[in-house]
């Protein structure tokens, strides 16, 4: 059976069961929101979350309007699905941002402190890829986590705090550096980062702790700044520490990313700190094995954009390489 027939008939099993069920209205619509959640949840296929976000409308479509909380949670749910279908245009970015907005409406003056900031949390990441295409203004995703985080503070949503830390640095490192607050905007970002660290540990949050060092490594290997080398150093650390949890075997994908970043500054790095002039041909070596291990990774996965960056590097690399080899041919 494929993926496409299955989704269609758990839909359609779900729906005859709640029509069937004896329950009220208010019942049936939470039904929905529950099955569409189960499906949203571990989703096999782009199917399951088309058919999530269709449940969603079902369930919507038989809350009365004077269940105006419910109605809000099923948009709020509603959006997180919409926002995880692709879309090249940005169509359903578009509905995910409505769907957060017309839910925060009733959630802010009905609902409970923790989904509001997860709603907001949402909108924030939903306004930021719609800024990524000129669809939004980035400032507003800020303001949107920025509000969240009013409720998910370090004390008592230490992951939620982790989580916002990072997008807040993401998103003022996607603001173009073209006027005087572009270096403190990259430190504020660099910042960001290592709050979030502040409150995750590698034991308890691995997945956050990963995603937090192996983007802190990026920020700190491409901030403008004369300790170039040594916030290349630091990035290295991140990213090794980022790969105690990010393993080939486990997350593949998550592994090539950071191998790939990890390669970016060793190909960057002078192999002797206290004589620069000498070159860097023990890291380029490093960073072509990495490079070459990411982009098999990432060929496997799918990934042809990023297969096609790294071999771009591999490229850049091996013809920097060629001319020492002709010297060192020459010598024998």
Known sequence: MTAHSRTEDQVRAALRAVDEAEASVAEKGEMLMEIAMGLQQKPQALEDLVAAAHLYEKALEITPASLSLLSARIRARMGTALM???????????????SFETALATLVAEGLDE??????????????SLAGLHRARIQDAIA?????????????????????????????????????????????????????????TLVDHPAEYAMLQNNLGNALQYVSSSHR?????????????????????????EYANTIANKANCLANLPDDLEHPETGNPENLANALGLYQEAQQLFQRLGEADKAAAVQSAIDEITAEQQPTARKANGSR
């Open 144 to 200: 949107a986590y920025q509000r969240a985080l009013r409720t998910f503070d370090r004390e008592r949503h230490p992951k939620e705090f982790a989580i916002l830390q990072n997008n807040l640095a993401t998103a003022f490192l996607s603001i173009p550096f073209t006027d005087e607050k572009a270096k403190m905007r990259e430190a504020l970002a660099v910042q960001a980062f290592e709050e979030g660290l502040s409150v995750v």
């Open 84 to 98: 995880a279908i692709p879309s090249n245009d940005g169509g359903t970015l578009q509905q995910a941002r409505e």
């Open 229 to 253: 080398v040594e916030n290349s150093l630091r990035a290295l650390d991140a990213y090794d520490e980022a790969l105690k949890v990010r393993t080939a075997r486990d997350m593949p994908a």
């Open 115 to 128: 989904e509001i900031a997860e709603a907001e949390m949402n909108l924030g990441l939903a306004l930021q």
